[in-house]
């Protein structure tokens, strides 16, 4: 079976943009493929993850980047999953090199959800909620995260000041990330003076609205090494669709999240303790904290934590590292690229490639993307460092500087 890899990355910039989707992506994929032979010689099937055609009024996204990529004639689709739309298209582009279908696939993503403004995202948002149920009450992304908030604050000793912390983390590790939102540090008061969007929710516990795109190619590990580029692979990938409706789950077991690294995890080989650094759908504080117990790397009612130094943590804390990009939170969410703007990072993490935020010695990094309200749908991926070919590593970085 070919080991699927990771062999060049690229990403336009992430926020408010004057660009529509098609551009996003060509600017994603022009960094991408600088220096290397042509997409059509190297690509043989496209996935393009996307939320929404309310932001464009554009399907055929999967044609439509096939053709500005300038590769005709093979298969390409949209994958949607809400906010995991961009790791399924990773997934998807991972199984097709695993099962020697193509041995080059372009996994991308692109959102151009600042269109409609804040609230032609909420709407779009909330076609991921369960209509019968919960559309029509007319609750938000943001008012969905706030129940979940609400019942991690009753059930554990967290306070909505170690959430704060988790965004302040973020947005100082984001500060470091020349493709983040955004490019200030802050402190809690910043926080937990910010304007309540949903209580215990403040403007930054969320995620921001944003544009983006993100291109990776996946192939295999001789091809990677016959283009000279740095490589990680793949080698573990799990997903897991847990219910639409948040009133059917447990609000504070993420366990499609859970199950979902439980596959990633036994076929990759590896435990939560190997994990190096994460990146985990921080779309709103409270979502890196529970998503820390979920995989594993913390105990239960103690993933709050996370913004915390590894030997400041608990027992039973691993010694992750959580979204060295900024995360969500302040590297940016546009939707449907998210996934891949996560691989993004850990590629860099794992080449050597993240400047001052590299993490020194990181080996195995863990993605974790989310469609829905918590796990409506959820994939995890599991990269490692040193794609090994028969004939030897691929090595070298490629920074970013913008
Ligand atoms: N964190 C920090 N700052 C933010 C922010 C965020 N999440 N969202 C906006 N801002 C800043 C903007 O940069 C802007 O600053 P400026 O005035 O210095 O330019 C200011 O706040 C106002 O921005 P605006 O876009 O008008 O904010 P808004 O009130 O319309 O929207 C939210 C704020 C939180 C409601 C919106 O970002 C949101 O809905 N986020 C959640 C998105 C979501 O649900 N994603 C999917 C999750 S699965």
Redesign the pocket.
Known sequence: MPQPVIATVGASPIGRTDLPGRDLFSVALAEAFEGLPDPVDLVGAVYVGNQSETYEHQIMQGTLMAEWAGVGMVPAERVEG??AAGALALRHAVKDVRNGEHDGVLACGVEKMTAG??GG??DA?SAAFDRAIEQRSGV???SQYALLASRYLHETEATEADLAEIAVKNHTNAAANPRAQ?SEAIDAETVLDSPT?APPLK??D????GDGAAAVLVTTAEIAADLGVPAVSVDGVGAAANNVAVAERDMTHIEGAAAAAETAYAEAGLAPEDIDIAEVHD??TVCEALLSEAVGFAPEGLGYQSHLSPEARDDGWTDVELSTSGGL?ARG?P?GATGLLQAIEAYEQLTGAAGGRALDGAEHALLLNEGGVADAVTVVHILSAGAEPDSGVATGTKEVTR
């Open positions: 809400c906010a403004g804040t995202a909420t948002l938000t992304a943001p955004f969007v403007l930054y969320c995620a921001p609205v779309a709103f939170k969410h939707i």
